[in-house]
């Protein structure tokens, strides 16, 4: 007859055969002024469910911010961001938990979160590509305009082996970051970051650094009027010396997804340069024809 195995030898055969999955967490910042809330991260008024994130990986030496499991996402929906000092900071080190914190910013703000994680570094410890932050939700207007201010990061792409970290900035997303940073960590060419611009605006307040010598990185524009600033780097070193060189990546495609229809424009202010996602001409030519015809009507009409 055969022996059907008891609940405690499916739990040891589970525990001895089988990995351990982690399921993913959702917290969401709900924050509004409501009664008791306010801009504390430990205040748990402050999250839906009264749940606060917590660190998948206690902060010691030199990883002391918040670190998850990859699906672990946290979303901003209030309108009183957390202040700086209640913030754990964004951690992140080796090991299967040790990502750089998913996040979601539909609304609230301005955000500054700094980068307290291993060498100071975003991380993602499994192979594909992750949107690690999502600035706004494309409606704007009052708390809905939502910045985000990164400070402290280095290296913006660490560590699994064919991991991609790409940053998602919509028409009301305004993403700085207070410092150039290192795309590419090391000699590897396969652990990469990419910037979607879906109306947004990105700066740098800094040169950029391994950015031009890795195709697979690269800064992809979705919808006429998102912008990305940065300085000039005083050497190549995978950055931009001047305005031609910027140019000259444009025209080539490598760092620049055109998937907007239009033109790019470059312009030049406080050593530095801006890239701008604009109309064809003949689209402003269309506008202006238009207006006139509008004009015309309007006039005979009177």
């Not at 030898?9 to 525990?15: E, G, P, R």
């Not at 999502?134 to 792409?157: A, H, K, M, Y």
């Not at 790019?264 to 530095?272: I, Y």
Request: hydrophobic share 35%; glycine share 16%; net charge negative.
């Amino acid at each position: 007859m055969l022996q059907t195995p008891d609940k405690l030898t499916l739990a040891l055969a589970c525990a001895v055969v089988l990995p351990c999955f982690s399921h993913a967490a959702t917290y969401t910042w709900i924050s509004s002024g409501g009664v008791g809330q306010d801009g504390d991260w430990t205040n748990t008024a402050n999250w839906s469910g009264g749940t606060v994130p917590v660190d998948r990986i206690a902060g010691t030496g030199s990883n002391n911010g918040l670190s998850f499991n990859n699906t672990d996402t946290v979303i901003f929906d209030g309108t009183t961001a957390p202040t700086t000092a209640s913030f754990p900071g964004l951690g992140g080190t080796t090991g299967g938990n040790g990502d750089t914190p998913t996040m979601v910013f539909n609304s609230g703000g301005p955000f500054t979160f700094d980068f307290n994680g291993r060498e100071s570094s975003l991380w993602s410890n499994t192979a594909g590509t992750r949107t690690v932050f999502t600035v706004g939700d494309g409606t704007g207007g009052g708390t809905e305009d939502v910045t985000l201010n990164l400070t402290g990061l280095t290296f913006i792409s660490r560590h699994a082996t064919g991991a991609t970290n790409n940053f998602l900035v919509n028409s009301d997303g305004t993403l700085n970051f207070n410092a150039g940073v290192d795309f590419r960590y090391g000699t590897t060419t396969d652990r990469l970051a990419t910037i979607t611009i879906a109306g947004g605006d990105v700066s740098f307040a800094g040169g950029l650094t391994n950015f031009t010598d890795n195709t697979g990185t690269y800064v992809d524009f979705t919808i006429v009027g998102g912008s990305f600033s940065a300085l000039y780097s005083s050497t190549a070193g995978g950055g931009y010396v001047d305005k031609d060189a910027v140019e000259t990546a444009l025209t080539a495609g490598i760092n620049w997804k055109n998937n907007f229809g239009g033109t790019f424009e470059v312009t030049e202010s406080g050593g530095g340069f801006t890239v701008t996602a604009v109309p064809e001409p003949s689209s402003y030519a269309l506008l202006a024809g238009l207006l006139g015809m509008s004009y015309v009507m309007v006039r005979r009409r009177k």
